[in-house]
């Protein structure tokens, strides 16, 4: 069975509002079969998410959100501002707010890998 694409343009739209788009979709709740423990009724698709460089944020978001991460040793702890990791590849901060989103189960993995970049 061929592979279904959707299309999502995230040009001059919030990256929170596509997030919430693209999840609902890959979780299925847009399905009137939904359960949360399965991956899909129909699960040949892949979500196509169309010039994600060119999305917008509302506020002051750029320069005051900070993500932190740490390896778990003492003086590890590394930040970046949202603006940074969003000019250095959208793409991967994109699939970090889809994780953070994603219910945090093994099916997640799985999830993400049906998005796709143009």
């Known amino acids: 069975m061929k592979e279904k694409i959707i299309e999502i343009d995230a040009q001059n739209r919030s990256l929170g509002r596509v997030a919430t788009e693209v999840v609902k979709i890959l979780t ?3 399905n009137p079969n939904y359960q949360p423990n399965v991956l899909g009724l129909n699960n040949n698709f ?13 506020g002051k978001k750029l320069d005051e959100k900070i993500y932190y991460r740490s390896s778990g040793y003492l003086g590890s702890v590394k930040q970046k501002s949202l603006k940074e990791m969003y000019q250095e590849n959208p793409q991967k901060l994109f699939l970090k707010i889809l994780k953070g ?5 093994n099916l997640r993995d799985q999830l993400l890998k049906k998005v796709i970049f143009s």
């Open 28 to 30: 299925g709740k847009d």
């Open 46 to 58: 892949k979500i196509k998410i169309l010039n994600i460089d060119k999305a917008k944020f509302t």
């Open 101 to 105: 989103m994603l219910p945090k189960n």
